[in-house]
């Protein structure tokens, strides 16, 4: 939880952090949960993309720390999973498929269970969906690496706070890494108002 709350923080643009818990609830270990600052109809592609990479954040977090990984992520990774495939499909954010949606489906013969479905396109168009779904979660899983690696001293001293103390809230957490007050950030944002995602704009593009 710890990985994801660090590249949440990190990442321009990204929903920001309401509470981090590690205490179970239901099939979680845990959660990060985020509360957007206004409402909105439509996510945009950088929106969409720098969840895949908060998404990544605890498979991350395993591999740096331990050196090794567990089933924990599987939830993450199954949404980020579910994210790009939707980018690349539903939404037409990919570069290489372009602004066309794949995936029709014909209608279930029986309630929940997806007996019969008609793709509307071929097995090579198949394997390039795929490749971009691939491409777009491992790369984003590459950022992720680069945050975590970039942020090892508040990623240790977060974790073992929550160790702690179990839950935090954001107060809590801006003033354990001593992160910007809110006023300040709006204006650190204010001066790169036009910038989407910084240093990486041109690789996110690429990317999906």
């Not at 995936?103 to 396109?121: A, N, P, V």
Request: charged residues 30%; hydrophobic residues 35%.
């Amino acid at each position: 939880e710890a990985g994801h709350a660090i590249v949440a923080r990190t990442l321009p643009k990204h929903m920001p952090i309401h509470e981090v818990t590690i205490i179970p609830r239901g099939r979680a270990g845990g959660y990060t949960m985020y509360l957007p600052e206004d409402d909105k109809m439509f996510d945009t592609k950088t929106s969409m993309y720098n969840h895949i990479v908060s998404c990544m954040g605890g498979r991350v977090a395993e591999e740096i720390t331990f050196g090794d990984i567990t089933g924990g992520a599987s939830a993450d990774i199954s949404h980020a999973t579910n994210v790009a495939h939707a980018m690349v499909c539903r939404f037409g954010m990919s570069e290489n498929l372009g602004p066309v949606q794949y995936g029709e489906r014909s209608d279930h013969i029986y309630l929940g269970r997806d007996i019969t479905r008609s793709e509307s396109f071929s097995e090579e168009t198949a394997r390039e969906i795929d490749l971009e779904v691939k491409r777009l979660v491992m790369e984003s899983k590459k950022r992720c690496e680069q945050i975590l690696n970039e942020h090892k001293d508040k990623l240790d001293k977060l974790a073992e706070a929550l160790l702690e103390k179990e839950t935090m809230n954001v107060a809590e957490i801006r003033k354990l890494l001593e992160l910007p007050a809110p006023q300040e950030e709006v204006k650190a944002e204010d001066d790169t108002h036009n910038e989407i995602v910084p240093e990486q704009n041109a690789d996110t593009q690429a990317q999906v």
